[in-house]
């Protein structure tokens, strides 16, 4: 589509005509309005001109308009109609119309009349701002888009662009008809065009029409600003409106995935062939040449125009982008030299011997010799790290050196005479460290340099907190491997038996030690924010098609690459000691070789003890995220999570009989959590991250101590996989009963009662663990299992929940249980009746309310001497369960 250059009125006056030069000219002219005192001669000269405001209609019965008006000390009146105002054209008055409707006949008569009018929200925003009503030629409603500069393209329908064109000045934009670098936005109808190419270029945010309509529609919201980001992202152009896409030479998985992407960008897909189609997508390394004879209007491109175009949020120019068969004169040349079986094979032959030997002259450079030790494929083999193939590590190895390997090198200095077997280990140790200083450079340069870069088109692609916990400490790790490559090249160059290899480690193990940590700690959460931000945001994931295919990569992805600083130390450790079997004894390097290996050990012990560490604080965050209310004194350095079990209560102790429990076993405590009843809304972070909601409710924190006996309950027809806690909470007098039944299959239950009663061992400094556990008989503590998951046990629950609900709802008193006794011992020392005492009479009065219902039976109250049995022991203290 071609872009309109001019759109002529009625009246002659062209609609696209740049509208800031005639806004100039008035800005210039209405100097002495906006800036009062600046050319005293012309006030000398000139009379001072006072404004006066008219409120039409509706607009002179809003209350914020006339208060708007005195703060900013305006004259104003109130007229029902046009006619009252016998003077409106007194040079003695400067007259501004107020009008609330812009599409009325009052408005469009004043139009005609060339009057000065505005709408409501400027009077508004010019009273909150302190400034003065603005001077324009043209009716200004609001303020939404002040300072913005708008260009048009691609817009064929006349009345359309007057509508839009109307509605912007309207808004206070201001129209050009050229695109320049002045323009802030351009309004485009098609992703053809010289303006459009020119916006993309510069990175010119590009914009649908309905953005226009849309703010329009805000135009009573005094704060708005159409240039606001997030309101104006919604009606961006997407990179593929107005394209028909074809994939070519693609697998069935990466054309489904390419052609979702395709419709999400705003563009549709075709079958290979069909005439409709705009762009002919094709994969160029299986794709050699095109199965059809492309027509003239078909663009056929490279895949990378497709991941192009939306990693920078835009239709990419494909003149960059063509795809071109794989016909060049090299290639032919090549091939008719390996075509040997032509009339001329002798010649051919030589010619290419020749080749051959140039092309091993040029690979024999490096001032280490291509031959490898056997004994170093053997060594990596067996537990070697980095000897994996297909990676720029292993390529460059075998000699495949990646682009961004290929350095020079300080190698001026004349081979050994005899190669040695250390000699060849410490060769293989330098090579890989080279090897992997390039990768991590790659790293660096190919991905966090471009993530990390301003002014990038279409906006940041990740935010910095998304960048900062995808590479971490990478460019610490290279810094520090740079170093020691240095220091590794220069021995090499000066090679000597007695050159001291683990002096070199030993320099930089306390930088190893500090970079390292972090970056090994939290590699799991780069892996996983990689994913996900490769899920939910199409440019990043455009940006690493476009990367990961470049040879520096190797074919690998990034977070493959990633992996590398996981593996490199233990790899280091291995050729250490590879090096160290091939050192003489009495050579000084042996000794600190063992030193070296030693304190790379010490490093990685280190990285995992943190690791753990670090494993077992997320463990707590996560066990506070999920459950709501967890009391914050949870969080204790000292304090590590053991197990988690998923239970069902058998009692109605802590929750209702049947509620789903679950009980998380620290070192030291026991927190109980139930199953929420109803699920909050997902909490939202201030970067944008959602956190599921907490799916628990806090029940009770438990310190281990409270735990007097663990019940291992028999197994029966009636109970299954069943266990119960005999506890003494500080404020009670007697024990209480907690039963659960287990709802997994691991851990089993004999081990999680073992290890229960482990850490309560622990805690109360009991060295006999296995004197807490007790056997006992499902009737004798009344448990029973069998009905827990029957239709009939759930529908009682479900009354049971109901019926405290209407309890509570008509209750006359909610008072908290807390809160009475609180209240009661206040009042106690108010009278000066001790706090001891005032608990005494508290206990005595909650037992005398519950010895009313001694006479109903109650498997509540449940006496407990009977029920333990031990192989040569029973209880001898008695519990009651009370209510």
Known sequence: ???????????????????????????????????????????EEMPQIETRVVLVQEAGKREELLKALEEIKVPYIKTETIEELGDSDSPEFETVFVVSDFEDSIFNNLCKADCRV????????????????????????CASMLNLVLCFTGFRKKDELVKLVTLVHHMGGIIRRDFSSKVTHLVANSTHGDKFRI???????????????????????????????????????????????????????????????????????????????????????????????????????????????IQMDARAGESMYLFEKSESPGLKKSVSLLSLSTPNSNRKRRRLKETLAQLT????????????????????????????????ESNATNGETPKSCARPSKNSTPLPVKQSARWQVAKELYQTESNYVDILTTIIQLFQVPLEKEGQLGGPILAQEEIKTIFGSIPDILDVHTKIKEDLEDLMMNWTESKSIGDIILKYSKDLLKTYPPFVNFFEMSKETITRCEKQKPRFHAFLKINQAKPECGRQSLAELLIRPVQRLPSVALLLNDIKKHTAEENPDKITLERAIESLKEVMTHINEDKRKTEAQRQFFDVVYEVDGCPANLLSSHRSLVQRLETVALGDDLCDRGEQVTLFLFNDC????????????????????????????????????????????RETEDCRKAFALVVRPPTELNNKLL???????????????????RHVANTICKADAENLIYTADPDSVEVNTKDMDSTLSRASRAIKK?????????????????ALRRALMSHSATEGISPSSANESYIGSRLTSTSSLAGVPSPSLVSLPSIFERRSHTLSRSTTHLI
């Not at 709408?119 to 200004?140: I, T």
């Not at 990466?254 to 189609?277: F, I, S, W």
Request: net charge neutral; hydrophobic share 35%.
């Open 361 to 392: 002259r040029e690979t024999d450079m490096s001032p280490f010799p291509p031959r490898k030790r056997p004994s170093a494929e053997h060594s990596l083999s067996i537990g070697s790290l980095l000897d994996i193939s297909n990676t720029p």
């Open 670 to 713: 026991l927190e109980i959590a139930r199953k929420r009843h109803k699920v909050i809304g997902a909490f939202k972070s201030p970067h944008g991250h959602t956190r599921p909601p907490a799916s628990l409710k806090h029940v009770v924190l438990m310190p281990l101590s409270q735990i007097k006996k663990v019940l291992d309950i």
């Open 1 to 43: 589509m071609a872009d309109n250059s001019m759109l002529v009125s009625e009246t002659g006056r062209s609609l696209l005509a740049d509208s800031s030069v005639l806004d100039s000219k008035i800005i210039g002219t209405s100097k002495d309005n906006v800036l009062p005192g600046s050319a005293l001669d012309v006030e």
């Open 802 to 818: 109901t019926s405290k609900k209407v309890t509570r709802a008509f209750s006359f008193s909610k008072t908290p249980k807390r």
């Open 199 to 309: 916006a993309v270029s510069l990175g010119t945010p590009i914009v649908k029409a309905e953005w226009i309509y849309k703010a329009w529609e805000k135009r009573d919201e005094i704060d708005f600003c159409a240039a606001d980001d997030d309101f104006r992202n919604q009606f961006k152009v997407p990179p593929f409106q107005d394209c028909m896409l074809s994939f070519l030479g693609f697998s069935d998985d990466e054309k489904a995935n390419m052609e979702e992407m395709t419709e999400m960008q705003g563009g549709h897909y075709l079958p290979v062939g069909d005439e409709r189609c705009t762009h002919l997508v094709v994969e160029e390394s299986t794709v050699k040449d095109l199965p059809f004879e492309p027509l003239k209007k078909l663009y056929v491109v490279k895949q990378e125009w497709f991941w192009g175009s």
């Open 118 to 141: 505005v709408g409501p929200p400027v009077v508004l925003h010019c009273a909150q701002k302190g400034e003065p009503l603005p001077f324009s030629c043209r009716p200004l409603y």
């Open 739 to 757: 039963s659960f039944q287990m709802t997994t299959e691991e851990p089993p239950k004999e081990d999680w009662l073992k290890m229960l009663c």
